[in-house]
């Protein structure tokens, strides 16, 4: 996150590998959680707890934290994190552990199989919603 040297594209990179690790491998995800709250908390650079933020929130989009960790993430999110991202933050955690709450298996079900597109890390750094214009071969319109 200290790494000023990055570009977007490159940021989006770092985060899909980050959010990737997490996919694959469960045991790393509170790891990856925690890491990313250690890193935003307090952070006096506005900048770098921005870049933070936003790949947790990516992270949140992808996994969910597990049962022993995900009322302190959310008591987290709801006291630190930016006014502007907080409702944010807070429904992806509260989707990603629902969708974690109805997996019956012994691993942990994530969210999605892949990380972010690059839609979702631009809506999610505009804070804003995605929208898709449909075009199909029988000349309709749709807007997603």
């Known amino acids: 996150m200290g790494d000023a040297h990055l570009n977007g594209a490159q940021e989006n990179m770092f985060g ?12 790393l995800r509170d790891e990856v959680l925690a890491q ?5 908390w307090r ?3 506005v900048f770098n ?6 790949l947790l929130l ?3 989009c992808a996994f969910a934290p597990s ?18 991202t907080q409702a944010l ?5 509260i989707q990603a552990n629902q969708k974690a709450q109805q997996s019956s298996g ?9 990380p972010p597109t690059l839609l979702e890390w631009t809506a999610n750094r505009k804070k804003a919603s995605m929208v898709l214009q449909l075009h199909c071969f029988d000349a309709q319109r749709y807007h997603m």
């Open 16 to 27: 899909n590998y980050v959010i990737q690790r997490g996919l694959t491998a469960p045991g």
């Open 89 to 93: 933050l807070q429904h992806r955690l």
């Open 67 to 84: 049962p022993k960790m995900e009322k302190h993430m959310l008591k987290f999110v709801s006291d630190h994190a930016p006014v502007e």
């Open 36 to 40: 990313l709250a250690n890193q935003v």
């Open 58 to 60: 990516g992270c949140l």
């Open 43 to 45: 952070n006096p650079n």
């Open 106 to 114: 012994s691993t942990p079900e994530t969210a999605r199989t892949y």
């Open 49 to 54: 707890a921005e870049r933070g933020w936003l």
